[in-house]
């Protein structure tokens, strides 16, 4: 896709130092940055640092709408220049910092290369970072969950909060170590566990004949289990969820399969009809069950999966570790609400 017109937003972090002023030089850098136009800047908001070594000083974040007339790569090579001018050393990961510049989107640009990786991988998770996006610009869109801005804040302000571990069933040590993270999960973050051999039952429509209907209707019947409305009013106020599966990876996985013919004696609407009967009903069902704030996302095609497109902010992890993903995953709850 080309950049030429996109707007981007820049995240920017201190604390060290008098953090209002670093913030205050970062600006000025950008205005000063030759092609790119800096539209407007949030406000500063003070917050908690999240995931890196104890005893750090507090943030202050805000982000800033630029519209660049240079490619992306260019553009963080530049945001790298001025953390280096004020004072920037990149030492430690999450760690105190004097400033901190992050490409945190690029219009609809997505590229994921060793030198830059947008939109940012964790935005979707930071509250911190969500926070002064939504000021500035809440209609920006995150090209890979297809939500705005906005709609992502919105998405970690909602209670009760529900973290989701899901694998392929193709894929059996992904399926063993994702039960292990999520009983560790529950465990590490005192969540209420919603497992989906509680929840499966029979499905309601009898035993459809082809596997991709089979699958719909099991879909549909959890989904029905698990209504937005019961878990609103279950008391749980900031506790977390931990579900041991994916209703939307599920949906991948259905829509991938391919589909049945429809029977000749059924007529040619008819034929159709039943075709997507299941589908719909079960994407129906789907959006009224409670969605998950996020979805770790564990397995061989992982990535694959949350670059193409998936409706919900996935996490893959970045260790083989149950116990690694556990602590990266507990980082990322806190991160939703820093």
Known sequence: MSSEGSLAIIGMGSNQGDREATLDAAVEALKATPHVHVWTVSHYYETTPVGGPPGQAPFLNAAVLTEPAVDPLTLLERLHEIEARLGRVRDERWGSRTLDLDLLLYGQEVRRTPQVVVPHPRLTFRRFALV?????????????????????????????????????????????????????????????????????????????????????????????????????????????????????????????????????????????????????AAESAVDRALPPTFVVLIGRDAHAIREAGFPRPVLVPESTDPAAIVAEAVVTCRATRA
């Open 132 to 280: 002064p996006a939504v000021e500035i610009a809440p209609w920006s869109l995150d090209p890979l969950t297809n939500l705005t801005v906005n709609e992502l804040l919105a998405n970690l302000d909602r209670r009760p909060s529900l973290v989701a571990v899901a694998a392929h069933p193709d894929d059996p040590e992904a399926v063993e170590l994702a039960s292990k993270v999520h009983e560790g999960l529950v465990e590490a973050l005192d969540a209420e566990p919603i497992r989906r051999a509680d929840l499966r039952g029979d499905a309601e429509w009898g035993s459809p004949a082809h596997p991709r209907d089979r699958l719909f209707a099991e879909v549909r019947a959890i989904a029905h289990r698990m209504p937005m409305s019961r878990w609103a009013h279950a008391g749980l106020g900031d506790r977390w969820l931990a579900a041991d599966f994916s209703l939307d990876l599920d949906v991948h996985r259905a829509e991938a399969m391919e589909a049945g013919e429809p029977r000749a004696d059924h007529g040619l609407w008819k034929g159709v009809w039943n075709l997507f009967t299941y589908e719909r």
